[in-house]
Nanobody, 127 residues
Framework: QLRLVESGGGLVQPGGSLKLSCTAS????????ISWFRQAPGKERVRVSC??????SYVGSVKGRFTISRDDAQNMVYLQMNSLKSEDTAVYYC??????????????????????WGKGTLVTVSS
């Protein structure tokens, strides 16, 4: 079954950069929408970014700073995070949802838990 593993988290200073990776156990390019989520202790889960075969999206707080991309041959999805802020501190999760040719806008919060999830990687932004 599909398994996802996140990596690349760590400690970074405000204003710094970090690149997260999500590695899938099988071919996903034509089959799944991939999303990055984050959750900080005591905070609600937020969909940070999403990528499908037809579009991509970002939550407003990260627009212009984060970039989602994928390497289909490697079954990997990335989240490049620049100009990091303390409020970006959270556990970041990669999740996959069947339907690569749907818009990310179709992935409402009611569907978030229907996907395949990795175990997360911790990003800490602190000076």
């Amino acid at each position: 079954q599909l398994r996802l593993v996140e990596s690349g988290g760590g400690l970074v200073q405000p204003g710094g950069s970090l690149k997260l990776s999500c590695t899938a156990s099988e071919f996903i390019a034509d089959n799944y929408i991939i999303s990055w989520f984050r959750q900080a202790p005591g905070k609600e889960r937020v969909r940070v970014s999403c990528i499908s075969r037809i579009d991509s999206s970002y939550v407003g707080s990260v627009k212009g700073r984060f970039t989602i991309s994928r390497d289909d041959a490697q079954n990997m999805v990335y989240l490049q995070m620049n100009s990091l802020k303390s409020e970006d501190t959270a556990v970041y999760y990669c999740a996959a949802y069947p339907g690569a040719w749907f818009s990310c806008a179709a992935l409402g919060s009611e569907r978030w838990d229907t996907g395949y999830w990795g175990k997360g990687t911790l990003v800490t932004v602190s000076s």
